[in-house]
């Protein structure tokens, strides 16, 4: 980038007549004040040495300056307000940013210094994102972006409606894992990606963090950033790689597996403690008044209440309860999907048990199918109440349990859901390694044939007729064009 003009270093409160060569490494969605009306818009700053500065956009000034600091692009910038950081923001934003309005000056140059930017990510592989499931860490990733699922629409438990759409990205091993793409990102970033699915756009996400959310998955955070199809020579490799297995990559498309609810093979890689301390007993969570928690627990599983529905009808797309027939399709009022299909869920309420307590759970999915040793459509056919003939509705030997802890509206304690059951016997690793890969997580092993016969709403050619849809109409283009 040359070293002529000055670092960003060089520039504080009060200095004059000076200039600096920046690339624009992240430019974040724009926002709006936590305190004020105002709106405003982040970017991050990079010079030739690496150094970073906060730089801020606000009101008009975003729409002003949209198309002049595009991400990745090289500038000359001068008579940027350049101000100490409030000291609250000192440790994410800096010591000093800058304010850019319309008296800043600013001067494209074209340069590439792509390498300097990338230089700076630190890609977490695929198989190593178990290890950050559920913390506040955050992970950069790149991967090609094979299918978008349905956008959907979320309500938070604060009763707040959010937009939300999946993408499914793929790795140079074939393995896939959903990034959920929230809110401002999902107008951006994703209807960019509907427009141009069929290229199999390669992505560079910053700023991300794992979840335990349909298995596992990554998600959008306030602050992530992306490069999509950016010029990197890491992202022509990529698209190579993709041109040469692109019959593979077209048959998984075609197949569409990573849509299935069967947990991703990522989460078959969990970190699961192999340690009798890094499990949590139960008496210490009992109680719990705190917001949402993740633990690990071993202990048995039992069925106390009979007389139970262990399972509901759902909509596909949202998991969330639906009065509809199964095989029927409809408008989702919770995801606003307007052709939604009905299927049903497995579900079961449980006691979880250690040496030294209990606590009541539920499980929802995988996990309760694992569980019961059947299917959420025997489930549904199942007319009697259950035995140990039709289910299982206990365990012999401990189990590991991932268990989520979260407050409820009208109680003060916490209420608990099982994400994953775990037979410590399918542990196949290096105990000193701590990290034992496991081959079935919350998956069914097998399954017990009910005590009435199966009869269904729809035949099974029906049922397959009956395919998903995708909600977004621009993305059922592209899916098909893509296929």
């Not at 003009?5 to 004040?33: C, M, N, Y």
């Not at 606003?336 to 579900?347: E, F």
Request: proline residues 4%.
């Amino acid at each position: 980038m040359g070293d002529k003009f000055q670092l960003i270093h060089d520039v504080s409160p009060g200095t004059t007549g000076w200039t600096v060569k920046v690339v624009v490494a992240e430019k974040f969605s724009p926002r709006v004040a936590q305190r004020s009306p105002t709106k405003y818009q982040n970017l991050t700053l990079m010079d030739s040495e690496g150094s970073t500065v906060q730089a801020t956009l606000y009101g008009q000034n975003i729409t002003a300056f949209q198309d002049e600091l595009l991400l990745g692009k090289t500038y000359l910038i001068s008579n940027a307000l350049v101000k100490e950081t409030n000291a609250e923001y000192k440790a994410k934003s800096g010591e000093i940013q800058w304010t850019i309005s319309g008296r800043t000056r600013i001067r494209r140059v074209e340069e590439n210094n792509s390498n300097l930017l990338i230089s700076t990510y630190s890609f977490t592989d695929f198989e190593d994102l178990p290890k950050y499931m559920d913390s506040n860490v955050d992970i950069s990733v790149i991967g090609m972006i094979i299918d978008i699922k349905p956008r959907r629409i979320i309500q938070t438990r604060f009763g707040k409606e959010c937009q939300v759409h999946d993408l499914v990205l793929v790795n140079k091993r074939f393995d896939t894992v959903l990034l959920t793409m929230w809110e401002t990102f999902v107008d951006n970033e994703c209807k960019y990606i509907c427009q141009n699915l069929r290229k199999k756009l390669v992505l560079i996400g910053k700023h991300l963090k794992v979840t335990s959310f349909n298995g596992l998955s990554i998600s959008t955070k306030a602050d992530s950033s992306f490069f999509i199809d950016g010029e990197f020579e890491l992202v022509e490799e990529f698209k190579s790689w993709g041109h040469t297995n692109s019959e593979i990559i077209d048959n998984m498309i075609s197949e569409k597996h990573y849509l299935t609810s069967t947990p991703s093979k990522l989460s078959s890689k969990l970190s699961v403690p192999t340690d009798e301390k890094d499990f949590t007993e139960i008496k210490n969570i009992q109680g719990l008044k705190t917001m949402k928690q993740f633990f690990w627990i071993k202990g048995k599983a039992s069925v106390k209440v009979l007389n139970q529905t262990y399972w509901y009808m759902s909509c596909n797309n949202c998991n969330k309860i639906s009065s509809e027939n199964y095989g029927d399709i409809y408008p989702c009022v919770f995801c606003k999907c307007t052709d939604a299909k009905a299927i049903p869920r497995a579900k079961v309420y449980m006691q979880l048990t250690d040496p030294t307590g209990y606590i009541n759970a539920t499980a929802i999915g995988n996990p309760a199918e694992y569980f019961l040793q059947s299917n959420a459509e025997i489930l549904m056919n199942q007319t009697l109440i259950p035995t140990a003939a039709s289910m299982r509705l206990s365990m012999d030997e401990d189990e590991i349990f991932y268990v989520k802890a979260i407050t409820q509206e009208l109680s003060p304690d916490c209420k608990f859901e099982i994400l994953f059951i775990v037979n410590p016997s399918q542990i196949a690793g290096d105990k000193n390694k701590g990290k034992a890969p496991v081959e079935h997580i919350g998956e069914p092993i097998k399954f017990l044939e009910p005590t009435t016969k199966r009869s269904l709403f729809h035949s099974d050619t029906d049922d397959a007729q009956s395919s998903k849809k995708k909600c977004d109409k621009s993305t059922v283009e592209i899916t098909k064009k893509n296929q």
